[in-house]
Each structure stands twice: as C-alpha cells, then as structure tokens.
C-alpha cells in the first residue's frame, strides 16, 4: 500500500453553506459534495478561464455550477438522465426570470382551476378533498410499479400529473426544463412521501399536500437566482450522458487541466432508486428496461445494481488488497451463515466497484493535459459484513500503477459507523497527470 500521505485536518461540514445556494439549490443529491469543497480545490489548483475542469461522475452538478459561477469552463459526465436532465438545466441561466414567472403563474391558474373543476383544491388547508380514488388519474402500470412504494399518495399523484400535462402542453419550450426540474424538487422535498437519512425511506404518509404552490415555490426560487445574479463571466459548461468508463471521443484529448469529482462508493448506495420518485415521474425511467439500461452505464456500487454478465472485475483480477478484501467478505458471509442473493453478491460489488474504477482512471488519460490535477472525494466504507474497504488507498495505489504520480489524501470529513463503532475517513485523493 502507498505510504507516503498527507492528511489535513477533518472538516465535519458536508453541509451546503447559505451563501452556496443560488443555483446549487435547484436540485441536489442529499450528500452531493458541498460547493465550497469545489471552490478549495479550484483555488489550490489555481485554475483560471484558461482552464477546462472535467467531473466525470458529475451527478446533480456541483463542480459544474461552481465551476460556472468562477468563470472556469467544465465539463460533466453523468450516466443517469435524471441527474443529467438537473445539471444541464442549473448550468444553463439564459432565460428570462419574468416570463419564467407570468407563464408559470398562468399555467398555476390552469391547473387549479381544472382541479377545482373535479372537487379537488390544490392546498387542503380549509377543505379535505374526498374523491374516490378510482377518478384520479395514475402513471400506466409498468411505471407505477418501479416507484418505491407508498413514495406518493395518490392525491398528489392526481394533482402531479395534471400540473405535467399542462407542462406538456404549453408552447413556450424555453422554460419547460426549468418548470420540470422545479417540480422534481418540489416532489422530493414536499409532494412526496419520501425521506432521506442518507438512504431513501418513506417518511409520514401525506395522503394529500399542495402540489401547484409547492412547486410556484420553487420556480420562484429558480426566477430569482436568475434575476439577481451578478456574475457576467460565467464559465462556459456542458454536460454529457455518458459511462465515465467509456469516454472515446466526447472530449478533445489532452484537453483537460483538472478534474474535482466525486464518484460512487461501494456503499450500497442506489442512485437508481435516491431518485426514482422524480425519475419516473418526469418519465426519465418508465420501464425495468429502461431501468436495467441505466444501471448498466453505472459503476456497481450496489448489490441491486449488479448482473451476471458484469465483468469489470477482470481488470483488477491482479490486485492483491481488492482480492483480499473480496475473500475477506465472503468468508465472513459464510460464517455468519448469510445466504440471500444481496449477502452473496457483497464480494461481487466490492471487485466490480473497483474494476469500473480502474476502467474510468485508465481511459481517463487521453483527455488530461500534462501536469493535470485531480482531486477525488471518497469514502472508506463497511456496508459489507463490516470489513473494512480504504476506497482512497485503493484507489491511490490503483491510479499509481496507471502511471498517475500521488500528491496525497485529504481527510475531508469523518463519519460515524453506528455498526462498527468506528470513525470512517471521507478523503480527497490528490493526483497529477505528467506525461
Ligand atoms: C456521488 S454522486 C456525484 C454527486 C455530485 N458531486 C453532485 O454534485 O451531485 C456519483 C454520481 O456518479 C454517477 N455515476 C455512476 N456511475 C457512473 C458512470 N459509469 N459514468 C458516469 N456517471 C456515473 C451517479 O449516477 C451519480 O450521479
């Protein structure tokens, strides 16, 4: 294992700071890497307009919006549409706040109209709606099942839809994606019935919530972000849906100067099912195989994301810790006696996981400039029958056997595991392209 590292003091603060919000706060990952962690690393890295920054897990797309709001070109790769479809939009302020505002209002209007209409009122403060379930309209069958159930009531749901079908409708396409990201918020954090603790579970059944005000809300919040920024030199940015395992042509090579990004873990994180309400709602996902497609361009991280024809692990079949961590995995499983599919496939993850992230470092190369820095935040994890997976040291050795020189690993932030009773290290591991 590499010895040489640097550590920095923890900084237990995950936390998205008040100052950080205009346009990070359109849509975010519970737990996505805080902007001033990006803006640290651009300012170690000392990069300037001249510079392109690359985040190829870019998810929801803190490094790019950051990146924007500094005037520092970027560029993201992200495999799931939803994620995809939320970074695209917070990178693009080219529209008008005012119009956003009248034509969302108008079509607030409609919608609670119609819905008064069918005896049914937008915010059930004073009045219950009653109304039998069977005059409510639902998504077709295939896609209401991969909802997690009991993630919306079925009033919601009614009102849901019939705002998305007035969405629809409309002529100004300008504003669309911007009205379809205000309501995967507002579905996440109001209509819903779904609750975060990092992983997502169902929290108290709302059988019925405003839906239209909740998401006026947040297109406000999106109109005035717009309205009242002052940054003229935004950074040029774009995002791309694509595997960050399989890049070919969609950079210009040698083109990038840094990379501040924050792949999966091998956790048992699903970010299939993180964003399923949104993600089938706004139809990004309306069938298992659209579902098994997106989960095949993800690194596995999950044993709910994993097939038997993956075969990642064969580019790490040579590394002794990975191997040794699986083996470990596996004997404990056995001894304790656990039997289910999930519990047999935790050796699987652990070297599929790491497989995938050899794959990305590797064809990686091509795209960075000489004398590139890259900073990658991960987490030592556990979730597998508590042995202990150093996701930064492995990786560290990993990108070094790739030809990458290792500058060190920052101890970003430390986190408790309750199973263990042990402080888990989430780092930045630090590295530099010179060749
Ligand atoms: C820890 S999250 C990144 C969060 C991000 N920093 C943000 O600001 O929201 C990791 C992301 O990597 C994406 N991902 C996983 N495997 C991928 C792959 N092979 N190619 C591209 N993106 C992938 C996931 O969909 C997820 O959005």
């Not at 346009?23 to 990006?38: C, G, I």
């Not at 717009?226 to 694509?242: A, E, M, P």
């Not at 361009?297 to 994993?306: D, E, H, P, Q």
């Not at 987490?379 to 290792?406: C, F, K, W």
Request: hydrophobic letters at 35%.
């Amino acid at each position: 294992m590499m010895q040489t590292l640097t550590t920095k003091k923890a900084n237990n603060s995950n936390k998205i700071l008040d100052i950080d919000k205009s346009f990070h706060s359109w849509y975010r990952f519970v737990l996505s890497f805080p902007p001033h962690l990006v803006r640290e690393y651009i300012n170690r890295f000392k990069l300037d307009n001249s510079n392109i920054v690359l985040d190829p897990f870019c998810g929801t797309g803190t490094t790019l919006v950051e990146c924007k709001k500094m005037g520092i070109p970027s560029i993201g790769i992200e495999a799931h549409p939803m994620a995809h479809f939320a970074a695209s939009v917070k990178i693009n302020w080219e529209i008008d706040p005012i119009n956003l505002i009248n034509s969302s209002e108008i079509i607030a209007e409609k919608v609670i109209e119609e819905l008064r209409c069918q005896g049914i009122e937008d915010e059930p403060f004073f009045h219950i709606n009653v109304i039998n379930n069977q005059n409510l309209i639902s998504l077709p069958s295939e896609q209401f099942r991969l909802l997690i159930k009991d993630s919306i009531s079925p009033i919601p749901l009614h009102k849901t839809l019939t705002l998305l079908q007035h969405l629809k409708n409309q002529d100004n396409t300008k504003i669309y994606n911007y009205q379809l990201l205000a309501l995967a918020k507002a579905l996440v954090s109001n209509i819903g019935n779904v609750r975060f603790g990092p992983e997502v579970g169902i929290g108290k059944i709302k059988e019925d919530t405003p839906v239209v005000l909740y998401w006026l809300s947040e297109i406000k919040k999106i109109a005035r972000d717009i309205q009242n920024n002052d940054i003229h030199l935004s950074g040029k940015s774009q995002v791309i849906l694509s595997d960050a395992r399989n890049l070919n042509n969609q950079i210009e090579e040698e083109s990038i100067s840094a990379v501040i990004t924050s792949p999966p873990y091998p956790n048992e994180k699903d970010y299939t099912r993180t964003t399923r309400l949104e993600s089938v709602i706004l139809g990004f996902v309306r069938s298992k195989n659209d579902l098994r497609n997106l989960k095949k361009n993800l690194v596995r991280s999950n044993t709910r994301g994993i097939y038997s024809s993956d075969d990642d692990d064969k580019w790490i079949s040579d590394n002794i810790t990975v191997q040794g961590i699986a083996r470990e995995i596996e004997k404990r499983r056995i001894k304790l006696g656990k039997t289910s599919g999930f519990e047999k496939n935790y050796h699987r993850v652990a070297k599929l996981y790491f497989g995938g992230m050899f794959r990305h470092l590797s064809v990686l190369r091509n795209f960075l400039k000489r004398g590139a820095k890259l900073a990658y935040v991960v987490g030592d994890q556990e979730s597998y029958l508590r042995v202990n997976i150093p996701t930064g040291h492995i990786l560290a050795d990993m990108s070094q056997s790739l030809g990458y020189e290792v500058l060190g690993l920052d101890v970003f932030r430390k986190r408790f595991s309750t199973s263990s009773k042990k402080w888990l290290n989430e780092e930045v591991l630090l590295l530099e392209w010179n060749h």
